[in-house]
């Protein structure tokens, strides 16, 4: 059997193809705030700071996380130094790692094929490939989650003790990545399966006691060290933010009730689409079964918790990812099968948001060499938006073509899928979606961050190496911490913005407003000097002299 057909050949292809899909032009594009900026900034301080143990932002305790992810990215740093590509190159590998174990457990389950399969619909989805080029917290935490689900299931199936430690290890893992939340959805989740089950399954007692203890030893490793060392009050605010985020809606992160299901139909294509066919109710004793059924019950728990929380935040369905892409597999697999008949609506599906998709991407070009134009029509009557349209990014036409690209493969699955070639149709879909997904993160995002907060971050690293003082006003950002590498010499009084324009000062204070809002904060704060004014922000400073 030639090698790349063996299973060690396969694993190192997909770990290959993983790599050049995830790491090259990690570090192109400025960290986006807010996410992505917190996380990093955590870990340039710890490093900065060298308190590796207690999170920081402003070097200050920064409670809303654990800091098993923020370590990840320390460590990153210490090889990479302190920039983007450091920041985002933990969930590059997570991509790698996720990948292989999505083709190994594909291959138990059903077969070779399978896994295959699954990788492709993972990869080839367009907020899973999104994810693993970014630097958030969610990729691992939501692996973890997966395969605390994954072994558990394995031990309902078969009660062997190893399937409930593994299980117990990655559920601690989650709690240490992201907190509570993690045990929380798998423990819905596994009683809710053992509902549906009707309890027939074997569980031992021993086991359940094993499992406790490992859960608690792996994920309350972080917290018995704070207690340790003293600091019941970061584990005190820890526990009343993660209250907070289920009973009050966060900062600037509302959202209509249905938001997540929108959210993933529509940035879950194409595997959103098929993974409609598999919610029926078909259910034996067989894994494959009882996989499908804890996949639905998953999807199904992740969903409806966070549509019941107040605070919407895309990451928050990202455990979704996996559910849908396993079930999108096994309607695929089926149809390849000839165990169920395709239907109407899944190339209808298919054309109809692919091509919105491909048609948008190709227009984006067009429409931004004339963003100016279109800004200084009135058309768009928000002054922050006008300002973002003024930057001077430069289009070619030419990236049209990563809308092209997606386009030919939609067009491609309709005139395979309408001549029953369905395997071949789905292959090429896949792997086009993949292709324009590489394509827009490399070509698009850059041109669209240029726009966003490119002329924020640029003024933020212009003062880095300056004694001064850098803050935003009237918005949230960690932008001037990281891109302004904010020292432990800034004095403890600089957290509070009313100081900084009010305060006695020791040193000058810049300021960041964005366009709508600058007015009133010149005329409420005569001392503010206005120095400048770019794509949406407008820049001043306030010297220790002018009270």
Request: glycine letters at 8%.
């Amino acid at each position: 059997m030639p090698f790349y057909k063996t299973n060690t050949g396969i694993q190192v292809i997909i770990a290959v193809l993983a790599a050049l899909l995830f790491i090259p032009f990690l570090g192109q594009v400025h960290l986006f705030d807010w996410d992505e900026i917190n996380f990093a900034e955590s870990a340039r301080e710890m490093i900065a700071s060298g308190n590796y143990l207690t999170v920081q932002v402003n070097f200050e305790p920064f409670w809303e996380k654990p800091p098993l992810f923020i370590w990840m990215q320390v460590l990153s740093m210490k090889v990479f130094g302190i920039n983007e590509f450091a920041a985002r190159f933990p969930n590059a590998i997570c991509g790698i790692l996720t990948l292989l174990i999505l083709y190994n457990l594909g291959r138990e389950i059903y077969n070779k094929r399978f896994g295959i399969l699954w990788v492709l619909v993972y990869a080839g989805s367009l907020l899973p490939f999104f994810y693993f080029k970014s630097g958030i917290i969610d990729p691992w935490f939501n692996l973890f989650i997966f395969l605390g689900v994954y072994f558990i299931l394995r031990y309902f199936h078969n009660p062997l003790t190893k399937y409930s430690i593994l299980s117990a290890i990655a559920i601690g893992l989650s709690v240490l990545t992201k907190g509570p939340v993690g045990f929380l959805i798998f423990a819905l989740s596994g009683i809710i399966y053992l509902m549906v089950r009707k309890f027939r399954v074997t569980i031992r007692w021993k086991d359940v006691m094993i499992y406790a203890f490992v859960v608690a030893f792996v994920g309350g490793f972080w917290f018995l060290l704070q207690i340790l060392n003293g600091n019941y009050d970061i584990l005190v605010d820890f526990i009343e933010y993660q209250i907070h985020l289920f009973s009050k809606e966060g900062a600037g992160h509302g959202g209509f009730l249905l938001y997540h299901f929108v959210i993933l139909f529509i940035g879950v294509f194409p595997a959103s689409i098929f993974a409609l066919k598999s919610f029926r109710r078909n259910y034996d004793d067989s894994l494959q079964q009882q996989m499908r059924l804890m996949m639905v019950v998953l999807f199904w728990t992740v969903l409806i918790l966070f549509t019941i929380v107040n605070t919407k935040i895309i990451h928050y369905s990202s455990m979704c990812y996996f559910p849908l892409t396993y079930l999108a597999a096994y309607v695929m697999y089926r149809i390849y099968k000839g165990e169920i008949k395709a239907g109407r609506w899944i190339p209808i599906g298919i054309g109809v948001l692919g091509g919105f998709y491909a048609l948008a991407t190709a227009a984006l070009p067009w429409i931004g060499m004339y963003a100016k134009e279109i800004a200084a029509s009135g058309i768009i009557k928000d002054k922050f938006a006008q300002g973002n349209m003024q930057a001077d990014v430069v289009w070619t036409g030419w990236e049209s073509l990563t809308g092209i690209v997606l386009l030919a493969g939609v067009l491609f699955f309709l005139l395979r899928w309408h001549k029953r070639q369905q395997m071949t149709a789905i292959t090429v879909l896949l792997s086009s979606t993949t292709l324009f997904l590489l394509l827009a993160m490399t070509i698009v995002t850059p041109k669209i961050e240029g726009y966003s907060q490119r002329a924020a971050i640029e003024f933020y690293k212009s003062k880095a190496e300056k004694d001064v003082y850098v803050e935003p006003l009237g918005f949230k950002s960690y932008a001037h911490y990281f891109y302004g590498k904010r020292s432990t010499r800034d004095n403890g009084e600089s957290i509070s913005e009313g100081w900084l324009l009010k305060g006695d000062i020791d040193k000058r204070a810049w300021f960041v407003v964005k366009t709508h809002r600058a007015e009133k904060y010149l005329k409420k704060y005569p001392q503010l000097i206005k120095t400048g004014e770019k794509n949406g922000f407008v820049f001043c400073y306030r010297d220790p002299e002018n009270k």
